[in-house]
């Protein structure tokens, strides 16, 4: 991983602003998808992509390559948005997200795409296809590390709990969950649908390291990963704790965000105040 420096974080937060502006371009255009949770984790796919991963867009097959696997894949805007940046496939066609014969499905594909690694829908999967990924690159003696981005209301399903008990087993140490705890889901809040509290201890009592961090904080999210990097006996999890709908003002916090798209109008004011932090963030 290269160096962290201050002007790196800078970039880091400036690029995540700007997948969150063609989150809510693509989400405009399409009429339908995911904003809330798509804004929410664009600084942790703004680290992974542009700092963490060893991968190389030119040659997104490369065999050395760490694997993101998404399995919340209703937040596939922010994914479709960070691989075009990173130069995986040509930034117009962000445009033509959710339209007939696109490649850019409502909910990623495997192979549809260059950089995509499996494909997601159902919630609950993601975790089983990472640990897969995983059993296979110790059955090759390969060092890969594997990414499984999961929300929290995904933990509602039981394959999940499945799934985190099979890691523990079987310390799968270079796999690293990063949870997208921002307390939301299609129904309501999460602690008044179904309540994941203590979602730490949960997941250590199944023999999973677990961090906590603001996942908004580019230095918080890249140490995290570090850590993870330095636990040898046991699978990671990065609990994450974002806002919904991060940096559009009457979306952060608001559930009904979680699936539907701006109206014109909506998407005007969003722009205009995630063009303005822009303006500040390359100011400081």
Not at 55 to 83: Q, T
Not at 193 to 198: G, I, N
Request: net charge negative; with cysteine.
């Amino acid at each position: 991983m290269p160096e962290l420096t201050d002007k790196k974080v800078k970039n880091l937060e400036l690029l995540a602003n700007t997948i969150r502006q063609d989150i809510i371009e693509m989400l405009v255009l399409a009429g339908s998808g995911h904003v809330a949770g798509s804004l929410g984790m664009a600084d942790v796919f703004s680290a992974l992509y542009f700092h963490i991963l060893n991968h190389n867009p030119k040659k997104p097959n490369w065999s050395s390559r760490d694997r993101v696997i998404l399995s919340n894949g209703h937040i596939c805007p922010v994914l479709y948005a960070s691989l075009a940046r990173a130069g995986y496939f040509p930034l117009e066609e962000l445009k033509k997200l959710r339209s007939t014969h696109s490649r850019l499905e409502g909910h990623p594909h495997f192979s549809s795409l260059p950089g995509i690694e499996n494909t997601s829908g159902p919630l609950g999967s993601g975790l089983s296809q990472a640990i897969g990924i995983t059993l296979a690159f110790r059955l090759d003696n390969l060092k890969n590390r594997i990414f499984c981005l999961m929300s929290d209301g995904e933990h509602d399903t039981g394959n999940t709990w499945e799934a985190i008990m099979s890691a523990g087993k079987y310390r799968l140490n270079n796999l690293t969950a990063i949870i997208d705890r921002n307390n939301i889901q299609i129904d309501g809040f999460t602690e008044d649908v179904m309540p994941l509290e203590s979602l730490r201890a949960k997941y250590e009592s199944f023999n999973w390291h677990i961090l906590e961090i603001d996942g908004h904080n580019i230095e918080a999210i890249i140490d995290a990963v570090n850590e993870a990097k330095a636990i040898y006996e046991k699978p990671t999890a990065i609990i994450a704790h974002t806002i919904p709908g991060r940096g559009v003002g009457f979306m952060e916090h608001d559930f009904s965000w979680h699936g539907k798209p701006p109206t014109e109008r909506e998407a005007r004011a969003a722009l205009l105040e995630l063009r303005t932090l822009s303006g500040r963030l390359k100011e400081e």
